[in-house]
């Protein structure tokens, strides 16, 4: 497992990969624009091939793109579906130029509307975001389960997957919180043990890529996105050394978004606090205590 943290890209890409290694990361998330604009960002190319010199060496060994929060596949508005799909492969031709593990994409909201109609719209976009870029994998990141979000469980992400043509590009970004709030009791190494088995039969767990590992401000089933830091949620110190230690994630990165300890963007302390609850769930795992 990658231990990391989503970082800032101001100053550019060189300066993100500085960020991650000064909290000690070794997965960096960064976003493909300004989150909350739909100006894409330019960027230059030598700051590209700075970076991409960075992470041939460095202590950084993956990075993630997150998407704009403005985009929403599921739109029935013409113009929002259309800035949705340029933002969207704005992403993917930058995960294409820094050899990204992928973009996280939250999949979209039907907004009242028809579900049905709703996959369908947000399938069109992704088939043809996907083919707009060579190589980059889309990731749909689940939900927290709020208003009428599509991805709250396996088998509407399974469905996303499906109406997005199956692609092997496609793949999934688990987020512990989103998962807790949307109502997966992950609490625990078996109840989490007992979800991945889900996701393996429904999913398939080989389109996992990457998992977000934040704590939840909120309670089981709360349906509710508020991000805590490590330990200090619902999950707390258990059910976080649970998902950091689950041996289907193995590999992958795990990205803290924060906010953490500070208030603020994820810091050393956090990833130091990443890597012992993990020291934790393994050794927890290794003795087989809380098994049944
Ligand atoms: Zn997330
Ligand atoms: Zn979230």
Same mark, same amino acid.
């Given at each position: 497992?990658?231990?990391?943290?989503?970082?800032?890209?101001?100053?550019? #890409? $060189?300066? /993100?990969?500085?960020? =991650?290694?000064? &909290? %000690? *990361?070794?997965?960096?998330?960064?976003?493909?624009?300004?989150?909350?604009?739909?100006?894409?960002?330019?960027?230059?190319?030598?700051?590209?091939?700075?970076?991409?010199?960075?992470?041939?060496?460095?202590?950084?060994?993956?990075?993630?793109?997150?998407?704009?929060?403005?985009?929403?596949?599921?739109?029935?508005?013409?113009?929002?579906?259309?800035?949705?799909?340029?933002? #969207? $492969?704005? /992403?993917?031709?930058? =995960?294409?130029? &820094? %050899? *990204?593990?992928?973009?996280?994409?939250?999949?979209?909201?039907?907004?009242?509307?028809?579900?049905?109609?709703?996959?369908?719209?947000?399938?069109?976009?992704?088939?043809?975001?996907?083919?707009?870029?060579?190589?980059?994998?889309?990731?749909?990141?689940?939900?927290?389960?709020?208003?009428?979000?599509?991805?709250?469980?396996?088998?509407?992400?399974?469905?996303?997957?499906?109406?997005?043509?199956?692609?092997?590009?496609?793949?999934?970004?688990?987020?512990?919180?989103?998962?807790?709030?949307?109502?997966?009791?992950?609490?625990?190494?078996?109840?989490?043990?007992?979800?991945?088995?889900?996701?393996?039969?429904?999913?398939?767990?080989?389109?996992?890529?990457?998992?977000?590992?934040?704590?939840?401000?909120?309670?089981?089933?709360?349906?509710?996105?508020?991000?805590?830091?490590?330990?200090?949620?619902?999950?707390?110190?258990?059910?976080?050394?649970?998902?950091?230690?689950?041996?289907?994630?193995?590999?992958?990165?795990?990205?803290?978004?924060?906010?953490?300890?500070?208030?603020?963007?994820?810091?050393?302390?956090?990833?130091?606090?990443?890597?012992?609850?993990?020291?934790?769930?393994?050794?927890?795992?290794?003795?087989?205590?809380?098994?049944?």
């Amino acid at each position: 497992m990658l231990i990391g943290g989503h970082v800032s890209t101001a100053g550019g #890409l $060189v300066n /993100a990969h500085a960020r =991650g290694v000064e &909290i %000690g *990361a070794e997965a960096i998330q960064v976003f493909s624009q300004n989150p909350r604009q739909w100006r894409p960002t330019n960027w230059k190319p030598d700051d590209v091939a700075g970076f991409n010199g960075l992470m041939g060496s460095g202590p950084v060994e993956a990075v993630v793109i997150h998407a704009v929060y403005l985009t929403n596949c599921a739109s029935r508005d013409k113009e929002i579906a259309r800035k949705s799909l340029a933002s #969207l $492969v704005h /992403a993917l031709r930058l =995960g294409d130029a &820094i %050899g *990204a593990v992928g973009v996280v994409l939250h999949p979209g909201s039907s907004l009242g509307g028809q579900k049905a109609a709703a996959l369908k719209r947000v399938g069109k976009i992704l088939r043809e975001g996907l083919a707009e870029a060579e190589r980059c994998p889309l990731l749909l990141e689940d939900t927290a389960g709020a208003g009428d979000t599509l991805g709250r469980s396996f088998e509407e992400l399974a469905k996303l997957v499906e109406v997005a043509g199956g692609d092997e590009r496609l793949g999934l970004c688990l987020d512990c919180c989103h998962m807790l709030a949307s109502g997966f009791d992950i609490r625990t190494e078996e109840g989490l043990s007992r979800v991945m088995d889900d996701c393996d039969e429904i999913v398939g767990s080989d389109r996992l890529r990457c998992v977000h590992v934040n704590d939840s401000m909120t309670p089981l089933g709360s349906n509710r996105d508020r991000h805590a830091p490590l330990g200090e949620g619902e999950l707390g110190d258990a059910g976080c050394a649970a998902f950091l230690s689950e041996p289907r994630f193995e590999g992958l990165p795990a990205i803290f978004e924060g906010p953490g300890f500070a208030g603020k963007a994820p810091a050393k302390e956090d990833m130091k606090k990443a890597r012992q609850l993990r020291r934790r769930g393994l050794r927890s795992r290794e003795r087989g205590v809380s098994r049944p």
